[in-house]
């Protein structure tokens, strides 16, 4: 049996990185990480890695299978709604996640009307989740929701050869969801004001898709679907190791992004509950199996987040049970490994 851990925002930038990891005791953690070989990733974000791993060319027609739709041979596009504040200078997003049905039906049957003659069609499976369906796939390079949530977008427009473009059919929806009805009625009890999209993952489906492993644990929404989405079924992370313990041959696959969910809600305090967690029930857990014979091998790739400078890219540590017993190879504090 092996174990592949997949985990967004384990590193933080040198500024936030010397008060994240302050006080904290990951002897486990830095253990699989100094007797670990490492390599660099080729791909950066969770969004690129779970393409990877299933076989898909993008996220949206992806997460569209698996929410109920139909992508067929059409080109789509996420176009999750969102709440764009000023902030001083900077033009912050916030996702948004409390639509009801009908209120997302309202907004996307406007936006249809409205660019009924320009090939766009809007749907919303799922009140918080859009699609774009387009007539022809556009030249154009965008950046996922989780990576610009709580940020400046001015550094993650979209670009391209059709970003120009782009920029404007933004300026010209968020002009026509800035003066809806629904928006009107949500300001009236205080609730976020839907004033933009954001368009991201765009791609046709695959024929099909693979499944990397016997079983998925995930807190990630996006892994979910896509292991739905590839006919497997999903299954919470294990508190104590029992996922692992069943004696199954195969690859257990555990996608664990409450870093990366504290992170966009700017909650340093919460990252590190969520690490300490990931610690004591899973890092733990994990190496002592590893020592004893039940697991042959743990691959922890580290990727892209919030939290990581674009440069940084991803990181694969890969521990074979012998590499366990390396006492030698002294353990460091994660700041080090980060760095």
Known sequence: MQVHLVI?????????????YSGLRLPALEKLLARSAATALPVATLETWLCAAFGAEAVAPVSLLAEGGHPGTAYWLRADPVHLMLRGSEV???????????????????????FSD???HFIAPHPDHWYLRLERAPNLATHPLAQVAGRDIRD?????????????????IQMLLTAHPVNAAREARGGWL??????????????????PCARM??????????????????LSLPGDGAGWRTGEAGIILMVWDGLRHALQHGDLGEWRVSLQRFEDHCAQPLLHDLRLGRIEKVTLDVVQGQGMAPEQGGRRYTLRRGGAWQFWRWAKGLGKYAA
């Not at 979209?158 to 010209?172: C, F, K, T, V, Y």
């Not at 995930?218 to 079924?233: I, P, V």
Request: contains cysteine.
């Open 194 to 211: 839907i004033n933009s999209i954001w368009p991201w993952g765009g791609g046709f489906a695959p024929e099909k898709l693979v499944q």
């Open 92 to 114: 912050v997003l916030h996702p948004v996640a409390s639509l009801s049905v009908d209120e997302a039906g309202q907004f996307c049957d406007s936006l249809n009307r409205h």
């Open 156 to 172: 993650f427009l979209p670009h391209g050869g059709d970003a120009l473009h782009w920029h404007r059919l933004l300026n010209e």
């Open 118 to 120: 320009d090939g766009l």
């Open 217 to 234: 644990y995930t807190d990630s929404g996006l892994a979910a679907a896509f292991a739905r989405a590839a006919g497997m079924t999903p």
């Open 8 to 20: 967004p925002d384990l590193f933080l930038q040198h500024e936030a990185a010397s008060k994240a």
